[in-house]
């Protein structure tokens, strides 16, 4: 109900009035001498009997004076309001306009909204404030339009939503007013209105006291009645109120929102024990899943996944997917269109009638509505015309609220996981939604711990393509930069102690020169950071105060600046040579693994993670467990290890290929660690990445960080060379199948003949391993 500013109280009705039947009586009296009229004798009928009853034409103060003797001659005053054909079928009543009352009415009429006292019951949507406020602004309209010929505003929409005690929900009723025979007099003098109180007025439409001070309704008499006439609009109503709530966010995942919506659904179809459900499609598991509080609510996939029903359940699912024709089944229990167990699930639940429509949108289904009754025949093939006009509707609020979800999904993810190989998102999917669902089940309760993300019996690969000796050229290039820099900032110093005789000048020479020494034995990182410290805090300061007083200085000073670089503010000639050079390699390589890595999920879904620091590594998990319900055999190992060898050769030769456009000459070893027993992984959410789970597989883990620095057997010769693939392993099977790999890459021509067998030194808690190395064709 909208509020209002009506400041009379609820019994005061302001205006003097009464119930009169003259208003209609003289409607009449204008037929009875109109020879043409078809009306002339019923005209004709009234007059007479009205000479046996002229208390009619006087004021009706007490309707229950209106007895046996005038009803035949109020019936035939009505058929020009109530034809007799309507009595059944419209809801149509007259009702006085000092009293709530009807003293006329059709049947509809009555069972709709009378009391036994013919009283107009008051509508659930409206107290009786507002119900006597819209009778008085109706008046004053009457009363602006007839005196002051003000064109008035038309009257709002005004719906009365009022229960239905035979079905035990409610209706929703249009009420149209009719004043036709409704009569205002002044009985006062008329008051005066300038145009900017009637604009006043108008512009206050809702405070009634502005209006009665400005038309005092003692100046007026009110008499006769008006027709009220009820025209059901619940549909439309209820149609729109459902729009309104599944725009609304959240309203598909809580359940009692859930149930009012069900509670629409009943009063649109007129039946009480309706049942709504939901079921939405999980469009990743291609599957109708029962998300609980997560989206769904469906009354029909409620049992086990590994029950008969279930499957019965989801074999219609799936076909009403597949063809988008609702299923009506009329009656459960006879019904043969149902799979086996689905009729006796069905019928445990109470449910005899069921209506399924498949949710779309846009192209893409994403769920089932479902309609049950436990009545046969409450909905049956004509009820599809209605479900249709509601089905877009649940459509747009599964999606919006899927949309929610996954967000939310994704926030979880993004504050316990951060990025997620898309392989594995269907797990970590599950473990949010879990998460969520515990955290809805204990609100204001202390926050459930996420559960572990374990992928068990997996099978690691792991290559690294290193670029040799990186750390000595870094430090050679940092070496040689700052020594560079140090005989810049040294000149300038020479120069400024010849003209300017300041013992800081000759003090901070001798350190610059000091600094220089100590870098041709050799340079610690922490050494270089103080230098640059020292020249960027006491020696460039000093600069800016030669350049201003001694204008033969400015020269050396700028050849000093022009030699840094404007970003960094320090001399970076040979370590950004360096770095363009690692980056071209690095981006090389993760340039051609990204696009290789396409095609081997094409091969079989796995995991794939790679770490570019001096070179690149990669890691391959393949297996069961990752992928879920897609089958796994060891073919599918021995196909990636194979394109994981081809991979490397290849990445060997690319690198090589890029000398001549490296400014410093940097060369890559490639390196392939076999384990052949699988493990499993887990995910550690402390450093957000996975690692090998179990004391056992630890040891993978401690070969992988050690390898690529070994050396061979007795000898001083890394294991590990340019233009070489070593392969290391630790059983005779392993080699065996890695031989098979190098005959055939050899005879591809990527490979060059000869295969080395070498025994690797032992590693700090680790020893035996092996090794196979190759000369790879650049």
């Known amino acids: 109900m909208q509020s209002n500013h009506f400041q009379i109280s609820v019994s005061s009705f302001p205006f003097k009035a009464h119930l009169s039947l003259k208003p209609i009586i003289t409607y009449w009296q204008q037929f009875q001498d109109d020879c043409k009229s078809s009306f002339m004798l019923c005209a004709q009928e009234i007059n007479r009997q009205l000479k046996e009853l002229p208390e009619l034409l006087e004021p009706i103060t007490d309707l229950t004076k209106l007895d046996s003797r005038h009803h035949c001659l109020i019936d035939l005053l009505m058929t020009a309001i109530f034809p007799p054909a309507t009595h059944q079928s419209e809801a149509s009543g007259a009702v006085g306009p000092l009293y709530d009352a009807s003293f006329y009415h059709t049947q509809p009429f009555k069972q709709i909204i009378l009391n036994d006292h013919n009283h107009l019951k008051r509508p659930l949507n409206i107290d009786e404030h507002g119900m006597l406020f819209n009778r008085v602004r109706m008046l004053y309209l009457m009363i602006l339009e007839k005196f002051y010929q003000v064109q ?59 209006w009665m001070e400005l038309l005092p309704p003692e100046h007026f008499e009110v008499s006769g009645f008006y027709i009220m006439n009820l025209v059901d609009v619940t549909d ?26 069900q509670e629409k659904i009943r009063i649109l179809f007129k039946r009480p024990h309706l049942q709504l459900g939901v079921a939405a499609f999980h469009k990743n598991k291609s599957a109708f899943v029962n998300f609980g509080n997560k989206i769904n609510h469906s009354f029909l996939l409620q049992s086990e996944i590994t029950s008969s029903s279930y499957a019965g359940f989801k074999a219609i699912y799936d076909e009403l997917v597949v063809e988008g024709v609702p299923l009506v089944v009329k009656n459960v229990e006879t019904s043969h269109e149902l799979p086996e167990g689905v009729r006796e699930e069905m019928l445990s639940m109470g449910i005899r009638n069921i209506v399924l429509a498949l949710l779309r949108y846009g192209d893409e289904p994403i769920g089932i509505l479902e309609l049950g009754s436990p009545n ?23 999606n919006r609220n899927s949309e929610e979800i996954e967000a939310r999904v994704q926030s979880v993810i993004r504050e316990k996981f951060t990025a997620i190989h898309p392989i594995l998102e269907w797990r970590f ?17 202390p926050t459930p711990e996420m559960e572990p993300i374990v992928f068990s019996d997996v099978y690691p690969l792991y290559a690294v393509a290193d670029v040799r000796g990186s750390s000595t050229e870094r430090n050679t290039a940092i070496l040689g930069d700052l020594m560079e820099h140090l005989h810049l900032a040294e000149l300038v110093l020479k120069k400024a102690v010849e003209v300017h005789s300041l013992p800081i000048l000759d003090e901070l020479r001798f350190s610059v020169a000091k600094h220089l020494r100590q870098l041709k034995k050799g340079v610690l990182v922490q050494d270089g950071i103080m230098i640059f ?42 370590r950004k040579a360096f770095e363009e050079s690692l980056t ?40 069961q467990s990752l992928v879920g319900n897609q089958p796994f055999d060891l073919m599918f190992l021995r196909n990636l290890r194979l394109w994981q ?37 887990k995910f550690r959410q402390d450093e957000r990445k996975f690692d090998v789970d179990g004391a056992y597989n630890i040891r993978y883990e ?13 000898t001083e010769e890394r294991l590990t060379q340019p233009g070489k693939i070593a392969i290391v392993y630790s059983q005779a099977r392993e080699a065996n199948e890695y031989l098979e790999y190098i005959e055939y890459l050899q005879n591809k021509d990527v490979l060059t003949e000869g295969i080395e067998q070498l025994e690797v030194e032992d590693l700090q808690g680790v020893s035996g391993l092996k090794a196979l190395r190759v000369q790879i064709k650049c």
């Open 376 to 398: 046969p025949g409450d909905l049956d093939n004509f009820s599809i015309a209605k479900v249709e006009q509601f089905l877009p509707l649940f459509s747009v609020a599964v």
């Open 429 to 445: 999917r599950e473990a949010a939604l879990n998460l969520l669902e515990k955290m809805n089940a204990s609100p204001g309760g």
């Open 533 to 574: 410290e020292t020249l960027r805090t006491q020696v460039e300061p000093m600069f800016q105060f030669l350049e201003a007083t001694h204008p033969d200085l400015v020269t050396y000073i700028q050849a000093y600046r022009e030699a840094m670089d404007p970003h960094l503010g320090i001399l970076y000639k040979r």
């Open 645 to 681: 060898l081809m991979v490397v050769c290849e990445v060997a030769r690319r690198t090589h290929a890029l000398k001549p456009q490296l400014k410093v000459p940097l060369e890559t070893t490639q390196l392939i660690l076999i384990h052949s027993q699988p493990l499993a992984i």
């Open 702 to 714: 401690i070969v992988k960080k050690r390898i690529d620095k070994a050396l061979i057997r007795d």
């Open 584 to 623: 071209l390699i690095n981006e090389t390589i993760t340039e051609y693994l990204e696009q290789e890595e396409l095609t081997a999920q094409e091969m079989y879904p796995h995991y794939f993670e790679r770490f570019v620091t001096d070179g690149v590594e990669f890691n391959i998990y393949v297996g």
């Open 152 to 210: 008035v505003p038309h009257e709002e929409f005004l719906i009365y939503t009022v229960p239905d005690y035979q079905l035990g929900l409610y209706r929703h009723y249009n009420v149209v007013l009719n004043t036709m025979f409704l009569d205002i007099t002044p009985i006062k003098e008329l008051p005066k209105l300038s145009e900017d109180d009637i604009q006043t007025m108008l512009e206050d439409i809702r405070d009634m006291d502005i």
């Open 236 to 261: 439309q109503e209820v149609l729109s109120s459902l729009k309104n709530d599944l725009l609304e966010r959240d309203v598909m995942l809580a359940p009692d929102r859930f149930e009012q919506l």
